[in-house]
């Protein structure tokens, strides 16, 4: 398991490889990468400036991380997220997750982005060409989260 919330890039690649690396058990990795959007709720996006608390964020992410390897037979999982300032097309998050099966790495995969978009403390600005904004959170991102603490 690793966490990291960086301002810099990362290669997916060199991720990937880091995270599977003689781990022959390994039968499925699933994999989210989330990028800027040039566009949000109807308005152009210039860039995204993500702000944090360090430690703070981390730990959260730890803990979205440790529910997701009680949920289900994991043996790997590696997440990544920036902050600072983001221009559209950038890498912003990235997931991915190993085990034996192809359902226990899609679903925690799953599972770990609906609970970071809801529960991993990053505030987010955007720069449009009405002004820069703060964005709220997503009703769709509560109810993907809530989905999980259902158990569907």
């Given at each position: 398991m690793s966490v990291s919330v960086q301002?810099?890039?990362f290669d997916i690649g060199a991720e990937i490889s880091a995270l599977t690396r003689g781990r022959h058990q390994v039968g499925a990795l699933a994999t989210f990468t989330g990028l800027v959007r040039d566009m949000n709720?109807?308005?152009g996006v210039h860039a995204m400036t993500l702000e944090h608390y360090?430690?703070?964020?981390e730990t959260a992410l730890?803990?979205?991380v440790a529910q997701a390897r009680g949920r289900w037979d994991l043996d790997g999982v590696r997440v990544i997220h920036r902050f600072g300032r983001l221009e559209p097309g950038e890498q912003i998050v990235f997931v991915a997750v190993t085990s034996a099966h192809r359902g226990e790495a899609f679903a925690a995969c799953e599972f770990i982005?609906?609970?970071l978009k809801t529960r991993a403390p990053f505030w987010k600005r955007e720069e449009t060409p009405e002004g820069a904004r703060w964005v709220d959170a997503r009703e769709a991102d509560d109810s993907a989260a809530e989905r999980w603490e259902q158990g569907k």
């Open positions: 301002e810099q890039d709720d109807g308005s360090p430690g703070m964020t730890e803990e979205i982005m609906d609970f």
